[in-house]
């Protein structure tokens, strides 16, 4: 295997189980312990860990490497950004899904609307991602979708934790029906309105769950 695909191999697994969860805040990346793991030399560990310090997922001290703790705040800003961004997209994209993309996008609804039947959410979420792939593509702006992309690496474990709540995935479920038709028959407005309600309504379940865990973060 090639150095580089070797590289964003195992970037990505550790990227996909920190943005999860399984690698939780503040828990250490051990090189010697990486590298037994993943049976490679200390020395590609050591560029996965530089990659992941510059995409804000570990930091790097004396004490060694660890997952970076996010704050509140971040959470509040992140979720901020992403409501306008979102908005923007479904206003740009209203109207221009063309017939193969409809096709492909009403395909994802029917797996997800499974998935939600059957109450699995890993793999709802995973649909999930293909859907809001599909419909912000279809905005057009290039600049806009990657903006978009970096900050659903940031907040993909918030949005699994949140679909694993009771009731979730059927909320989930008429939500992206809603947000779909509203981009088919051309009405950004109404679509981007859904989405950021959505995404307001989900900051504000967030908020309630780490200010009770004393992250201090202020009552509404």
């Given amino acids: ?5 070797r590289t964003q191999r195992l970037v990505s697994r550790l990227e996909q189980e920190i943005l999860s969860g399984r690698l939780g805040p503040r828990e250490r990346l051990v090189e010697e312990a990486l590298s ?10 050591r560029e996965v860990l530089r990659i992941l310090e510059a995409k804000g997922l570990v930091t790097r ?13 971040e959470i509040e800003d992140l979720y901020a950004v992403r409501a306008v961004l979102e908005s923007m997209a479904m206003d740009l994209a209203a109207g221009r899904l063309d017939r193969l993309s409809v096709k492909r996008i009403e395909a994802k609804l029917r797996a997800m609307r499974q998935a939600a039947l059957r109450g ?16 912000l593509g279809a905005c057009g702006n290039a600049v806009l979708i990657d903006l978009l992309a970096t900050l659903e690496r940031r907040v993909q474990k918030f949005r699994f934790a949140l679909l694993s709540l009771s ?7 008429r939500h992206h029906e809603a947000v ?3 981009v088919r028959r051309g009405d950004g407005k109404v679509a981007g309105d859904l989405r950021r309600g959505r995404i307001e309504s989900s900051k504000a379940i967030l908020a309630e769950f780490f200010r009770h865990l004393g992250f ?5």
């Fill in 1 to 5: 295997m090639r150095a580089a695909s």
């Fill in 36 to 45: 037994a793991r993943f049976g490679v030399s200390r020395t590609p560990i």
């Fill in 61 to 73: 001290a004396s004490r060694g490497t660890q997952v970076r703790e996010i704050s509140w705040k």
């Fill in 120 to 135: 699995n959410v890993r793999q709802y979420f995973e649909v999930d991602n293909e859907f809001h792939a599909l419909i």
């Fill in 167 to 173: 009731q979730r995935l059927e909320e989930a479920q």
């Fill in 180 to 182: 779909f038709e509203a």
């Fill in 216 to 220: 201090g973060v202020p009552s509404p």
